[in-house]
């Protein structure tokens, strides 16, 4: 299989976490996102909060990409994530008709794994599915820019709104969104059934001990 070598992990420790941020450093600093860091790091107040988890994406247990998955779910107290300040209708509405939404953010890719830029995201978004069944029905949202719209449409994902600036971003963003449903993103084929379920890891029952 040809992602055989390719496996996702969540950030437990610190070294981990780390990690991950000095891949979303080497990635952004890239492409002249984010200011110079003397500590080669890239991180915010929201990674040490409980409702976040970190995910690293691993090529023959070498960790090379990165993103993280913010829970909103109002039952654990879970109320805040990054791009909710950005889009207050939009939020309004979809906790409306979701018992929980989770952002997708803070994807990176370093540099030097250009050749697998276009699997990266897509292995990395099937860490969310691990939540499936535990949060009721559950929307997954992301702020896009113009450049990345067409590959979140290529997810399933739709646009909620018009492109526009938004707190603490450089550039126009929208949301985007879709249900989180396993079956529909098999089923768009970009990787196969078997790949996506291996890639897919266990849920840190640490993270709810006594709640799901």
């Known amino acids: 299989m ?5 496996t996702n992990h969540i950030c437990r420790t610190e070294e981990e976490k780390i990690t991950a941020y000095n891949i979303r450093y080497q990635a952004y600093t890239t492409v002249g996102y984010n200011p110079v860091s003397t500590r080669g790091l890239f991180s915010d ?31 654990l107290g879970w109320v ?24 997708m953010g803070r994807l990176a ?9 276009s699997i990266a995201p897509l292995a990395l978004f099937s860490n969310i599915y691990m939540v499936a069944e535990r949060f009721g029905k559950t929307a997954i949202v992301c702020g896009s ?11 399933g994902m739709k646009s909620m709104c018009d492109f526009a600036p938004r707190p603490n971003t450089a550039i126009d963003l929208t949301l985007m969104m879709k249900e989180l449903n396993l079956d529909e993103f098999i089923k768009r ?5 078997a790949t996506i379920r291996r890639l897919i890891p266990s849920f840190p029952e640490e993270l709810l001990p006594e709640v799901i």
């Open 2 to 6: 040809q992602y055989d070598n390719l």
């Open 45 to 75: 107040e929201f990674d040490e909060k409980p409702n976040n988890i970190t995910f690293l994406l691993k090529d023959n247990g070498k960790p090379f990409a990165t993103v993280r998955g913010s829970i909103l779910h109002r039952p």
């Open 80 to 103: 805040d994530i990054p791009c909710k300040g950005g889009f207050e209708t939009e939020f309004a509405e979809l906790e409306e008709e979701f018992d929980t939404i989770i952002e």
């Open 109 to 117: 890719v370093i540099p030097e794994k250009r050749g697998l830029a």
């Open 145 to 155: 820019s113009k450049k990345h719209k067409r590959f979140y449409e290529r997810l």
């Open 189 to 193: 084929g970009y990787l196969d059934e």
